[in-house]
Antibody, heavy 116, light 112 residues
Framework: EVQLVESGGGLVRPGGSLKVSCAASGFTLSSHWMSWVRQAPGKGLEWVANINQDGSQKNYVDSVKGRFTISRDNAKSSLYLQMNSLRAEDTAVYYCVRENRPFDYWGQGTLVTVSS | DIVMTQSPLYLLVTPGEPASISCRSS???????????LDWYLQKPGQSPQLLIYLGSNRASGVPDRFSGSGSGTDFTLKISRVEAEDLGVYYCMRVLQTPITFGQGTRLEIK
């Protein structure tokens, strides 16, 4: 059974940093592009970033470029999102998503709250 | 960036009645291979989004056949032939072929 389990969310002050993780199981992580999608409270879905199978290609939405870094460790079956210079508008549930053209599996999400 | 526009943003439907959601893209999603790179997702209350339809008209595994997707190019439609109580939630269209990947604003479906 495919499972994606996010962790690492929490409360962080504006300007701070946080790293969220996603543990993948039930499939071979190294065979798939992976994405992070976020959802601000009461709002819609926003794609944040994705990464190819070996980590050599990374793409970001403009609003996080230069602040967020997506990475992966296929040996550990894990996906990461390092978030720096956090802003109040980054407050959201962050979902880890498997890309199988389409997005076929989503994690349950981890909440990141940016507030003083 | 390609903008995805859904309508309506809210639907109130009686069980057993049909429902239809429109999604328009600011650029054509039809590729030279004949596929439309448009997917539909449903986010039920308190849950993560789940895939309903991919490549415009293909039902994902386990999705009831009362759900159907149609359209091509810039105009797409998700139809539910007979709404059931379990269909409540927010429906999103999404385009993915080039980044940034973008979603529609979402259509909230409620049951009368």
């Amino acid at each position: 059974e495919v499972q994606l389990v996010e962790s690492g969310g929490g409360l962080v002050r504006p300007g701070g940093s946080l790293k969220v993780s996603c543990a993948a199981s039930g499939f071979t992580l190294s065979s798939h592009w992976m994405s992070w999608v976020r959802q601000a409270p009461g709002k819609g879905l926003e794609w944040v970033a994705n990464i190819n199978q070996d980590g050599s290609q990374k793409n970001y939405v403009d609003s996080v470029k230069g602040r967020f870094t997506i990475s992966r460790d296929n040996a550990k079956s894990s996906l990461y999102l390092q978030m720096n210079s956090l802003r109040a508008e980054d407050t959201a549930v962050y979902y880890c998503v498997r890309e199988n053209r389409p997005f076929d599996y989503w994690g349950q999400g981890t909440l990141v709250t940016v507030s003083s | 960036d390609i903008v995805m526009t859904q309508s309506p943003l809210y639907l109130l439907v009686t069980p057993g009645e049909p429902a239809s959601i429109s999604c328009r893209s600011s650029q054509s999603l039809l590729q030279s291979n004949g596929y439309n790179y448009l997917d539909w997702y449903l986010q039920k209350p308190g849950q993560s989004p789940q895939l309903l339809i991919y490549l415009g008209s293909n039902r994902a595994s386990g999705v009831p056949d009362r759900f159907s997707g149609s359209g091509s190019g810039t105009d797409f439609t998700l139809k539910i032939s007979r709404v059931e109580a379990e269909d409540l939630g927010v429906y999103y269209c999404m385009r993915v072929l080039q980044t940034p990947i973008t979603f529609g604003q979402g259509t909230r479906l409620e049951i009368k």
